[in-house]
């Protein structure tokens, strides 16, 4: 059904709550899990804890690929 399922994460209750349906949906059709996440300094240990779930993932026999996206914009910048 589905070849590709991105699950976004910021380690939050709403994403964990997300990561059994993605699974799922992967699981089902043999795709691919693109985990990404996107870099805050505030959220420092959070990447380390996603690269974790990503290998248990992996573990479980599912196709699962980490993206890190950093985040370019400084503390206090604005949006234009």
């Known amino acids: 059904?589905?070849?590709?399922?991105i699950w976004a994460t910021d380690a939050s209750e709403a994403a964990?709550?997300?990561l059994?349906?993605?699974?799922?949906l992967v699981?089902?059709?043999?795709?691919?899990?693109?985990v990404v996440y996107s870099n805050d300094a505030e959220q420092l240990g959070?990447?380390?804890r996603i690269q974790l779930q990503v290998h248990?993932?992996?573990?479980?026999?599912?196709?699962?690929?980490?993206?890190?996206?950093?985040?370019r914009?400084?503390?206090?910048?604005r949006d234009r």
Do not use: C, H, W, Y
């Not at 059994?20 to 799922?24: I, K, L």
């Not at 248990?56 to 985040?71: C, M, S, T, Y």
């Not at 914009?73 to 910048?77: D, F, H, S, V």
């Open 56 to 71: 248990e993932l992996r573990q479980a026999g599912i196709d699962a690929i980490f993206k890190l996206v950093r985040n």
């Open 73 to 77: 914009r400084r503390a206090g910048a």
């Open 16 to 18: 964990e709550a997300a």
């Open 46 to 48: 959070l990447e380390a």
């Open 1 to 5: 059904m589905f070849k590709t399922v």
């Open 27 to 34: 699981q089902e059709s043999g795709g691919t899990l693109v």
């Open 20 to 24: 059994p349906f993605a699974r799922e």
